[in-house]
Structure formats: C-alpha cells, structure tokens
C-alpha cells in the first residue's frame, strides 16, 4: 500500500502541533524544578488548551492521531487511513 497523499495543510499543522508539545516538554521540565511558578503554570495550561485543540482540528480532518483510546475513531475504523508516523 502506498502512502496516502496528503495536502500541504497537513504537514503544517503536524509541525505547529510538534513545536507544542516541544513547548509543553520544555515547560514541564521546568516546573518539575519550580514547581510553584504561577506564570510557568498558567503557560503550560493555555499550551495544553492549544494542543487540545490543535488535536481536535487535526483529527477532524485526516483521522485518529493516538491510539489506546486518546484519539475517536471514525466509521468504518479509519486507523489504516492516516499515514504511519514514519511516512510524514
């Protein structure tokens, strides 16, 4: 099977979605430091409603990014349908 076409929006998102969670790593490494930074707190909060969001957008479009039950899947299971981590 060959790798589905995808449409320049795609790689896009993809790449806001990873300087996200970049973000979210960067800040979490930070608060386990500073555990009581309000302002670091509140970023990583409205970072993670982003990444929410950014998510939710995604999937809406091109299918399921997460497997276990962190992403819905669509009728019929439309895992097969995104491409594989190793094809973006």
Do not use: C
């Given at each position: 099977?060959?790798?589905?076409?995808?449409?320049?929006?795609?790689?896009?998102?993809?790449?806001?979605?990873?300087?996200?969670?970049?973000?979210?790593?960067?800040?979490t490494?930070?608060?386990?430091?500073?555990?009581?930074?309000?302002?670091?707190?509140?970023?990583?909060?409205?970072?993670?409603?982003?990444?929410?969001?950014?998510?939710?957008?995604?999937?809406?479009?091109?299918?399921?990014?997460?497997?276990?039950?962190?992403?819905?899947?669509?009728?019929?299971?439309?895992?097969?349908?995104?491409?594989?981590?190793w094809?973006?």
């Open positions: 099977m060959s790798p589905k076409q995808l449409p320049p929006q795609f790689y896009q998102q993809m790449e806001e979605l990873q300087a996200v969670d970049f973000v979210l790593v960067d800040l490494l930070y608060l386990d430091t500073h555990p009581n930074d309000m302002t670091a707190i509140q970023q990583f909060n409205q970072m993670s409603q982003v990444r929410q969001q950014l998510k939710i957008d995604i999937e809406k479009v091109y299918g399921p990014l997460q497997q276990y039950g962190n992403s819905y899947s669509g009728y019929p299971w439309n895992w097969n349908e995104s491409p594989w981590p094809q973006l």
